[in-house]
T-cell receptor, first 112, second 112 residues
């Protein structure tokens, strides 16, 4: 069975600080990787996804993530966060059977 | 506009009552997923369908939970009888093509 671990449960940053959220997965086969964002009271929105090719993936709102196969990692990064990035971030993995499994989420608070 | 439409947005019910959550998929999407989100457990996959057929319902917590997909565009999740521990936000998501998932806005269920 596949699983996803997000080690940072809560992150507090000041505006303009750099962000990196960790995501590790366990699955022996081919996976597809996702990062979703959930703003307070809203539904999940896709930030970016990795299927194949360039392991450095660029998403919306200045976010990017790097797939490192040897480390089973897919960390999310943003060079300079804004107050509007305050949200919960979920890493997810999908296997060949298309079942999407989520990590526990990381709550990001950006102080103005 | 999330594209996937869930109703109701909020539901407050008394313990023991039957609750039915509804989800309308985006036209042309062939897979549907029901998730439950709580503070304690994060996002849990309850059940998913491919082409109207339930594929994996191992996440359904108890026999009190049941899900149906009577046609290609609509699904229901029923809880009977409901209990306070069922209080959560329930999301449905649909998928089309290769791993394109879209989430609904969720139903916030409170069982008192």
């Amino acid at each position: 069975a596949q699983s996803v671990s997000q080690h940072n449960h809560h992150v507090i940053l000041s505006e303009a600080a750099s962000l990196e959220l960790g995501c590790n997965y366990s699955y022996g086969g081919t996976v597809n990787l996702f990062w979703y964002v959930q703003y307070p009271g809203q539904h999940l929105q896709l930030l970016l996804k990795y299927f194949s090719g360039d392991p450095l993936v660029k998403g919306i709102k200045g976010f990017e993530a790097e797939f490192i196969k040897s480390k089973f990692s897919f960390n999310l990064r943003k060079p300079s966060v804004q107050w509007s990035d305050t949200a919960e971030y979920f890493c997810a993995v999908s296997n060949a059977g298309n079942m999407l499994t989520f990590g526990g989420g990381t709550r990001l608070m950006v102080k103005p | 506009d999330a594209g996937v439409i869930q109703s109701p947005r909020h539901e407050v019910t008394e313990m023991g009552q039957e609750v039915t959550l509804r989800c309308k998929l985006i036209s042309g999407h062939n897979s549907l997923f029901w998730y439950r989100q709580t503070m304690m457990r994060g996002l849990e996959l309850l059940i998913y369908f491919n082409n109207n057929v339930p594929i994996d319902d191992s996440g359904m917590p108890e026999d009190r939970f049941s899900a149906k997909m009577p046609n290609a565009s609509f699904s229901t999740l029923k809880i009977q009888p409901s209990e306070p521990r069922d209080s959560a936000v329930y999301f449905c998501a649909s998928r089309s093509g290769t791993y394109g998932y879209t989430f609904g806005s969720g139903t916030r269920l409170t069982v008192v």
